[in-house]
C-alpha cells in the first residue's frame, strides 16, 4: 500500500479525532493512523468531565471555556448522541487550610471569567444530599458539564469520514520519512503514505513518534485508576471533585495533604453517566506504561470517596480500570510545529483534560495548518516553552 | 438480515451477531473494539455472560496467533462487590 493526502494524523483518541474532524471540516484531505483501535488509549480508560473549576485561571482556563462554548453545538454538528450535560459542579473542602487555598484559587478563576462560589456545607448540602457533615465548605459552579467519551470520539470520527477523512484502525505509525528538513511521508505496518504534514496525536506515546525524528518530548504516562458502579438512580447530582484533585494535579501546597507528597497521588472525582453507573476516580501516578489497576490505588480512592459521600459505599463497584494521561511538566498541552522538521506538527501531552480540551484542540490544530494563526497567542503552547528553560 | 444474524449475544446490551459481524467488518480485533462499537460486555454482568461468545465470533476472524491479544479484558472486580466490603480493614473499620 502507497498513498498521498494531504495531513497524516497519528493516534485514534480524543484528540486525534477531533483534529481528524476540525482539518476535514475544513476541506483537507485526512488519513488518521491509529495502532490498535478508537478509543485504545486513555480517552478509552476515563473519567466524563468538562470541568471548567479544576483549571488553572489563565490560559488552561481560557482554553476550558472556549470548548466547553464549543461543545454546546457540537452534538447537532455531529449529528451523534455524545450525552453532553451542562450539570454543574463542586469541588468539596475538607480542611480549614484547603479552605484558604480554595478562596485564592477561585477569586483567581473569577477574574479569568468563570461563574463560581464558595458555600458553607449548609447551603452546599441543598443542592447535592449526602454530603458528609464533616467537610468544611465547598465549591459550586453552575458552568461544568460532561460528555461521553466514547460517543464523542464515534461522533468526530463518522462526521469526518463524511467530509472524506480515511481512517486506518490496526495500523502503526513505525518511522517518518523526511528530505531536506520536510516530512515527506509516514511509514506504518500497512506501506507508506505519502503528506507533507503530518499531526502527532499520539498521546501518551507522542514522545515515541517524536524519537522517530531524534526529538526528545517532556511527556510522560501518568497512569489514573478509577471504579465504575453498577446503575443506580440520579445519586450524584453535580459532578465532584475534591480540593486535594487541585492539589495532586498542581502541587499547589503540599504541606497540607500528604497524599500528594507520596507516590500515589489521589485527587478524587465522582460523576454519574446517562446510564446510572457512578465514575469513582482517580490516582495520578508514574508508573511507565503500565495499565492495571492496583488494589491498594481502588481502596484508596473508595476509602476517600466513602469519607466525603458516606452513602457511597453502599453501591457495587462492576469495573476497574487505567488509563495514560499524557502528562507534561506546566500541565498544558504541547501544540504547534516544531522547527527542527518542518511539516512535523505535535498536539499532545493533554494530561487530565484531553477530554475537555479536545474541541478547542480541535479548533487551534486546524487553524495554525490552514491559516497560520488562532485566536490566542500559540507560543504559549508551542514546544519552544521548553525549551526557553534550559 | 439472514436469521442466525439475529440471534442476541449479549443480553444485558442487546446486542445481535449481525452487529457483532458489522462491528468486525469495521475493524474490531478485539473484545474492547466489540464493546466500544456496540457496547456488548457493558452490562450489569460486565460480559460474563457474552464474552465468551464474543471471543468464539472474533477467533474465526483473526489469526491464530493473535487469539493471545484479544484484550479479553477482565478486570478486577470479578463479581461486583459491595465497596462497604471491598474497603473494610478488619479491626480498623473503614479509616
Ligand atoms: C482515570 C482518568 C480520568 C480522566 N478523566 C478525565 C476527565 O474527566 N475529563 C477530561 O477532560 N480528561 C480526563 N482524562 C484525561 C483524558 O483521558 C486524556 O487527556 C485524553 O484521553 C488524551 O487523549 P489523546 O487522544 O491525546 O490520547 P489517547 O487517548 O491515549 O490516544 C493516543 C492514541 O495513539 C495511538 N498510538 C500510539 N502510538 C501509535 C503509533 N505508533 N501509531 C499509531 N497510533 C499510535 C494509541 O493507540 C492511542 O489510541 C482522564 C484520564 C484518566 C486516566
Ligand atoms: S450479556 Fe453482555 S454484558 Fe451481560
Redesign the pocket.
Given at each position: 500500500m502507497s498513498r498521498k493526502t494531504d495531513i497524516v494524523v497519528?493516534?485514534?483518541?480524543?484528540?486525534?479525532?477531533?483534529i481528524t474532524y476540525y482539518l476535514s471540516k475544513r476541506g483537507k484531505k485526512v488519513i488518521l493512523?491509529?495502532?490498535?483501535?478508537?478509543?485504545?488509549?486513555?480517552?478509552?480508560?476515563?473519567?466524563?468531565?468538562?470541568?471548567l473549576q479544576t483549571k488553572n485561571p489563565g490560559i488552561h482556563l481560557e482554553l476550558a471555556i472556549e470548548s466547553k462554548k464549543m461543545y454546546k453545538n457540537l452534538e447537532k454538528e455531529l449529528n451523534h448522541p455524545i450525552e453532553f450535560q451542562t450539570i454543574g459542579g463542586m469541588v468539596l473542602i475538607e480542611t480549614e487550610d484547603q479552605m484558604r487555598v480554595m478562596k485564592e484559587f477561585v477569586k483567581r478563576q473569577k477574574e479569568t471569567g468563570l461563574n463560581v462560589e464558595i458555600l458553607d456545607i449548609k447551603d452546599g448540602t441543598k443542592i447535592q444530599e449526602g454530603l458528609s457533615p464533616d467537610l468544611v465548605g465547598t465549591t459550586y459552579s453552575p458552568d461544568d458539564a460532561?460528555v461521553n467519551?466514547l460517543e464523542l470520539i464515534k461522533g468526530y470520527i463518522k462526521k469526518a469520514v463524511t467530509f472524506g477523512a480515511e481512517v486506518l484502525v490496526n495500523?502503526?505509525?513505525?518511522g517518518i520519512r523526511t528530505k531536506n528538513g520536510k516530512v515527506k511521508g509516514v511509514e506504518?505496518t500497512k506501506g507508506t503514505i505519502g503528506c507533507e504534514v503530518l499531526v502527532n496525536?499520539?498521546?501518551?506515546?507522542?514522545p515515541?513518534?517524536g524519537e522517530m525524528i531524534g526529538l526528545d518530548l517532556p511527556i510522560r504516562p501518568?497512569?489514573?485508576?478509577?471504579i465504575l458502579t453498577e446503575e443506580v438512580p440520579p445519586y450524584i447530582k453535580h459532578?465532584i471533585i475534591s480540593a486535594n484533585y487541585i492539589t495532586a494535579k498542581y502541587s499547589l501546597d503540599r504541606s497540607f495533604d500528604n497524599d500528594v507528597l507520596g507516590k500515589l497521588g489521589v485527587g478524587l472525582?465522582i460523576?454519574q453517566n446517562h446510564r446510572g453507573n457512578i465514575?469513582i476516580?482517580?490516582?495520578r501516578e508514574f508508573a511507565g506504561y503500565n495499565t492495571e489497576t492496583t488494589r491498594e490505588g481502588i481502596r484508596r480512592i473508595l476509602k476517600h470517596a466513602g469519607k466525603l459521600i458516606p452513602g457511597i459505599v453502599n453501591f457495587n463497584i462492576i469495573r476497574t480500570?487505567?488509563?495514560?494521561?499524557?502528562y507534561t511538566p506546566d500541565g498544558l498541552?504541547i501544540i504547534g510545529y516544531v522547527d527542527e522538521v518542518e511539516g512535523f506538527f505535535i498536539?499532545?501531552?493533554?494530561?487530565?483534560?484531553?477530554?475537555?480540551?479536545?474541541p478547542v484542540t480541535g479548533k487551534i490544530v486546524s487553524e495554525l495548518i490552514i491559516d497560520g494563526k488562532t485566536f490566542i497567542d500559540a507560543k504559549l503552547l508551542n514546544l519552544n516553552r521548553f525549551r526557553h528553560l534550559t | 438480515m439472514s436469521h442466525e444474524k439475529n440471534v442476541c449475544i449479549c443480553r444485558c446490551e442487546e446486542v445481535t451477531e449481525g452487529e457483532i459481524l458489522r462491528a468486525i467488518e469495521e475493524g474490531a480485533r478485539t473484545v474492547k473494539g466489540i464493546k466500544i462499537r456496540t457496547q456488548a460486555t457493558m452490562g450489569l454482568c460486565q460480559g460474563r455472560t457474552c464474552r465468551r461468545l464474543i471471543v468464539n465470533i472474533l477467533s474465526k476472524h483473526v489469526d491464530i496467533n493473535d487469539i493471545s491479544k484479544l484484550e479479553i479484558g477482565i478486570r478486577v472486580p470479578v463479581r461486583t462487590i459491595k465497596i462497604k466490603n471491598f474497603i473494610y480493614d478488619e479491626g480498623k473499620g473503614y479509616e
Open positions: 497519528i493516534g485514534g483518541g480524543v484528540i486525534g479525532a477531533s493512523v491509529e495502532k490498535k483501535d478508537f478509543a485504545f488509549g486513555s480517552s478509552g480508560a476515563c473519567d466524563q468531565m468538562i470541568f460532561h467519551s495500523t502503526e505509525v513505525i506504518t496525536a499520539a498521546g501518551s506515546w507522542a515515541v513518534i501518568r497512569r489514573g485508576q478509577i459532578d472525582a460523576s465514575f476516580g482517580a490516582t480500570f487505567a488509563g495514560l494521561r499524557p498541552p498536539a499532545a501531552g493533554h494530561e487530565g483534560d484531553g477530554i475537555c480540551l479536545s | -
